[in-house]
């Protein structure tokens, strides 16, 4: 290759130049509270800065204003401005992916939580069944033990006779 040819080939930079890099760099929230407040919609009302998490929304996560009366269709002026540049195709494409194994994790996290639940609430019956069970056992240990008495009167009482009969056969 020629360095004429060298010359006429460039590569462009997907992430745009040095200087626009440092312009999109994101500010603390303080500094970007400072630098944006006071900026109205058409309603001559201070429009908050909000982020874009909309289902549908091309770039999740961008921050706009937008007409505080947004909830009450009747009364927004249906401003908008975006504050944040358009996210590139593959930062869409990350954050799509982000949210789909953050989706992925919470289902995960709810069949664990319906889980814990369904073990929860069969330790809460077994723990009572083992109540009643330990009661049961508590009134056949007191029934056992009248009847050990019982039987250890019914011994001593068969002794006395033995030794009154055993006395009555040698006197």
Known sequence: MSSSQKSNLSVK??????RNSFKMKRENSSEFEYRFSGIKCKCDIE????????????????????????KDPS???????WV????????????KGLKMKIMKKDEEIHKGVVEYNFVEKKMLVLHEQCKSLEKKND???QLLQKK????????????????????????
């Open 75 to 81: 009364k927004r002026c249906n401003f908008f401005l």
């Open 139 to 141: 009134e056949l240990v």
């Open 13 to 18: 930079n997907p992430y745009g130049s040095i």
């Open 47 to 70: 429009s908050p800065c909000q982020e874009a998490w909309k289902e549908g929304t091309l770039d999740p996560g961008r921050r706009f204003f937008g007409c505080s009366r947004y």
């Open 84 to 95: 944040d540049p358009p996210y590139s195709e593959r930062a869409r494409d990350v954050i």
């Open 148 to 171: 050990k008495r019982k039987v250890f009167k019914y011994k001593f009482l068969f002794m006395i006779v033995l030794v009154w009969f055993v006395m009555k056969l040698f006197n």
